[in-house]
């Protein structure tokens, strides 16, 4: 009963999500496994994926990085949320933070007294009362080991990879170079046995990591697990990618410009700019796309802009017999809002957690596979709340997008919000509450009705309240360094 049945671990797939996976296996379970990691350099990865949320920081502390280290080694820079341009209609513009906003009391959130306040006539604008979001209105930027500031990173996805793959070396990693070209498997159970490259070479296993991309070589092309496809909601399938170059210190945030069929990322590092067009080809073709890239874009190209093809979904079982998916061959919802980093690192969390060591069972794979479903699905409504909760009539791309019937659980939170001001997070949720409020109301959705416990106060004292709030923060963020000046002191990049 104690002897272990899995130990040699093959991680197919040398992308983001390939080596977190082998690094976080490495790091954590090391001396109990083996492990290899296959990867073609003619095949290349998706070179996308720079944006991230808060949970990257958990996972560093699970490799155990050093945080400068890191983020000189990929060009990063400091993420405090998303700005959203030309959302709920042309000309807006709002921030989604990672922040909270002001102070909840056991009685309802925050928002409630905000709301009152301006029933009143006063209260201001409630990002007023978040330390992130007025931080990155300012660019300006903090860190020590007590700054309350909630942050993630941008970064250069190809050093990312890099730089995890020299953790992983460290630690015993073997790396193959080459081209799978074929899958084994046992014939009584179906389960992965080794797989075949180009070359001949035969890499043995007892348990599989797909990590190969859209392709999900092992889960799709061998076991056959189908894929749960999401375009009804989600039409975007296209983007343009670009890297430009720049000369102004990177705001610390992602930039979401939305355009007649879609949105435009923007991810400032050290040194260039990340960019990508995302478009819907129901409603732009591939030329008007590029077209549309290059008029929307600042700074000069640094290559070619390259046309990644996508579809919003997920794999039906990101756990099959002995093989999990991670990161796009598992499921991919689309950039905005920088989710797909995310769940490749709660994935493998779950794996290090529910690890088969005697085995691959079903116990264990529905387990894994409940969890993230549930997470993905909460995600998705947060996703499609975007292109729901809009104004826009510009386009017939925003009228299909705005009218599409939003799933069941959306709409339930849409209604609640709508009738009472009321938001929630659901457990084991990535959105906060704050989240939810930033986009909603953000993108002109506004309830018809709030809690009253801020009639519970005099309005004078209510007034002061938040008066008090919102000074803290304005001076706190005064006495923040600009974004640039904080980099250069603490994880410049070398030239
Ligand atoms: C347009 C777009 C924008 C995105 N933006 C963000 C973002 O801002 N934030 C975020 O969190 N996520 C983002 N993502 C998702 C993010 O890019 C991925 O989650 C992340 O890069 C992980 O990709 P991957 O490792 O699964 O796949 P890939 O990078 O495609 O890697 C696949 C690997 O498998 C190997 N491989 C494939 N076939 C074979 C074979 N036959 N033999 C040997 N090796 C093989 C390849 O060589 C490669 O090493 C974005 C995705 C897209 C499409």
Known sequence: MNGQVVKRVVVAGGGSAGWMAAAALSRQLGPLLDIVLVESDEIGTVGVGESTVPTARTFNALLNLDEAEFMAATQATFKLGISFENWGEIGDRYIHSFGQIGKSTWLGHFHHFWLQAKAQGFGGDLGDYCLELKAAEQHRFHTDDNSPLNYAYHIDATLYGRYLRGKCEDKGVRRVEGKIVDVRQRSDDGFIEALVLESG???????????TGFRGLLINGALGVGFEDWGRWLPNDRAWAVQTSTDVGPGPYTRAIAHKAGWLWGIPLQRRVGNGLVFSSQFMSDEDGLRQLEQMIEGEMLIDPKLIRFCAGRRHKAWSKNCVSLGLAAGFIEPLESTSIHMIMIAIHRL?????????????SDRFNNLADDEILKIRDFIVLHYNVTERTDSPYWDHV???????TLAHRLALFR???????????LFQVDSWLQVMLGQRLQPRAHHHMGRLMPPEQLRGALTDLKGNI???????????AFIDRYCPSPA
């Open 201 to 211: 070479e035969v890499i043995e296993g007892d348990l599989f990591i797909d990590c």
């Open 352 to 364: 290090l957690q529910l690890f088969p060591f005697q085995g691959c069972t079903e116990a264990l």
């Open 402 to 408: 705005r009218t599409t019937e939003v799933p069941d």
């Open 474 to 484: 304005a001076s706190a963020v005064e006495r923040m360094p600009t974004h640039q």
């Open 419 to 429: 009738e009472s001001g009321h938001v929630f997070q659901a457990p084991g949720e």
